[in-house]
């Protein structure tokens, strides 16, 4: 059975940092566009960050872009969201997907596999 854990959620200050971590098991996907998506209270959920399989292409969202980074661990079945200059406006629940694409995207229905999801509560 194919689980995603999320991890590395928690409640921090404006300016703090966290780092979210997603963990893959029941399958490898060592081959596999990896992303991460949230969804802030009454709101749809929308993309954050991809990475492709060999870490060579990535894409942001402009609300995250040179704050937040994403990277993997292919050895682990791990995915890794780097979250900086936090703002109350990240506050949400943070979700890890995998996709078979062999491109990064931003398109929520693209991706197969999705975790639970870990809260990220920034306050001001």
Do not use: H
Request: charged share 20%; glycine share 10%; net charge positive.
């Amino acid at each position: 059975q194919v689980q995603l854990v999320e991890s590395g959620g928690g409640l921090v200050q404006a300016g703090d940092s966290l780092r979210l971590t997603c963990a893959a098991s029941g399958r490898t996907f060592s081959s596999y566009v990896k992303g991460w998506f949230r969804q802030a209270p009454g709101k749809e959920r929308e993309f954050v960050a991809a990475i492709s399989w060999n870490g060579g292409s990535t894409n942001y969202a402009d609300s995250v872009k040179g704050r937040f980074t994403i990277s993997r661990d292919n050895a682990k079945n791990t995915v890794y969201l780097q979250m900086n200059s936090l703002k109350p406006d990240d506050t949400a629940v943070y979700y890890c997907a995998v996709s078979s694409l062999e491109y990064v995207s931003a398109t929520r229905s693209l991706y197969d596999y999705w975790g639970q999801g870990t809260q990220v509560t920034v306050s001001s």
